[in-house]
């Protein structure tokens, strides 16, 4: 379903949901075999990043198959309320029967566009997304920065981690072949479709890195920081929402 995409189109939701109901079939699989585990490790740094404590309600958008959940509930100390929020029906159907036991008041899955999700304003303690960011343009982007300001409650914290474009020239060559031209074998190796997985070279190289984004999560009245995550191969943008001015 990728093939001949112009630039337009790849970050048309229609094509964007189309494509990751069709990877939702090898995603787990492909994802952990290609990234040597490093994509759960990151993962797990991503949530270390927040505080998370008993009862926080933490809002996951693009949560996929709730890949970010079991680091989430990793504590039972600190066992937040999460709200997964995707639009593609394959990912939140399989993140329904992957997570059924856990399903109820402290786990819920809106199968909605987060652009436009019927959560209400300030509802956060926490929005966090794994490998979401890619598939926006900036202005979807923007759009998204002002999603997370709304959902957030005042003083409340986002993290938001994504594969990058590294700095360094010699990395950045190695890690931009393999993510264009040997992800897209395993993907097929693993019965899926190779252009799908072509996909995931032709957004990162795109997105770059959270820095690129990090000046619309500013305006939209966010206060930033960046990191690295192995020498940016992934980055993360953290950050928090102004307490309400105290009268
Ligand atoms: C690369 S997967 C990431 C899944 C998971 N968070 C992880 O850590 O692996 C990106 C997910 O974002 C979802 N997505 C992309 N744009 C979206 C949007 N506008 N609204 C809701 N979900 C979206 C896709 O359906 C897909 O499940």
């Not at 509802?123 to 979807?140: H, P, R």
Request: aromatic share 10%; proline share 4%.
């Amino acid at each position: 379903m990728a093939q001949n995409q112009t630039d337009g189109d790849i970050y048309n939701p229609k094509f964007v949901c189309a494509l990751f109901d069709e990877m939702s079939k090898t995603y787990d699989r492909v994802n952990t075999i290609t990234s040597f585990g490093f994509n759960q490790r990151w993962r797990k740094k991503l949530v270390s990043e927040l505080q998370i404590k008993q009862g926080d309600v933490v809002v996951d958008l693009m949560s996929g198959m709730g890949e970010c959940w079991k680091h989430l509930l990793a504590d039972p100390s600190a066992t937040p309320e999460i709200i997964g929020v995707d639009f593609s029906r394959e990912m939140v159907e399989k993140s329904r029967s992957k997570h059924s036991n856990e399903l109820g008041p402290s786990l819920a899955v809106l199968h909605e566009d987060v652009l436009n999700n019927s959560l209400s304003h300030d509802v956060a303690d926490f929005v966090i997304s794994g490998f979401g960011l890619k598939t926006f343009d900036l202005e979807q982007t923007r759009m998204l920065a002002s999603q997370v300001h709304r959902l957030l409650k005042p003083g409340g914290m986002f993290a938001f981690l994504e594969i990058s474009v590294p700095s360094n020239r010699v990395l950045r060559a190695a890690y931009m072949f393999y993510l264009k031209h040997i992800i897209p074998v395993f993907g097929q190796l693993f019965l899926g479709n190779p252009d799908n997985y072509r996909m995931l070279g032709v957004y990162t190289s795109k997105f770059g890195s959270v820095k690129e984004v990090a000046p619309l999560f500013d305006e939209a009245g966010l206060e930033t920081t960046c990191k690295r995550y192995f020498f940016g191969c992934a980055t993360v943008i953290v950050g928090r929402k102004h307490c309400a001015p105290s009268s």
